[in-house]
């Protein structure tokens, strides 16, 4: 399996930036989706996740009404549309690929090929 995301850059604060990561090597729609981030010094934080039709999605609270997750499995693609971006949103975002369902959506414990991480930067 292999996950490869694209999008990541530097941007303003109040900017926008959409986060693309596209899978190989599994049966994409089969799967659950997420996205989590990494800032400097701190752990891997969950970002938001996606059901395997779409149907439902989740979100940490501090993304919701600025971020939004979404998939098109004909293309075996997860989308992070990031708007509004704030200087702590800052760091280091990961697709990965839920396996497990035996803890919540948001432990990356449930998650178990990642991706290798796009930088996302927002400045003040």
């Known amino acids: 399996v292999q996950l490869q995301a694209s999008g990541g850059g530097l941007v303003q604060a109040g900017g926008s930036l959409r986060l693309s990561c596209k899978a190989s090597?599994?049966?994409?729609?089969?799967?659950?989706l997420g996205w989590f981030r990494q800032a400097p010094g701190k752990e891997r934080e969950f970002v938001a996740a996606i059901t395997r039709n779409g149907g439902i999605t989740y979100y940490v609270d501090s993304v919701k009404g600025r971020f939004t997750i979404s998939r098109d499995n004909a293309q075996r693609t997860v989308y992070l549309q990031m708007n509004s971006l704030k200087p702590e949103d800052t760091a280091v975002y990961y697709c990965a690929v839920r396996v497990y369902y035996s803890d919540e959506y948001y432990s990356p414990a449930e998650y178990v090929y990642w991706g290798p991480g796009t930088q996302v930067t927002v400045s003040s």
């Open positions: 090597g599994l049966t994409f729609s089969l799967y659950a």
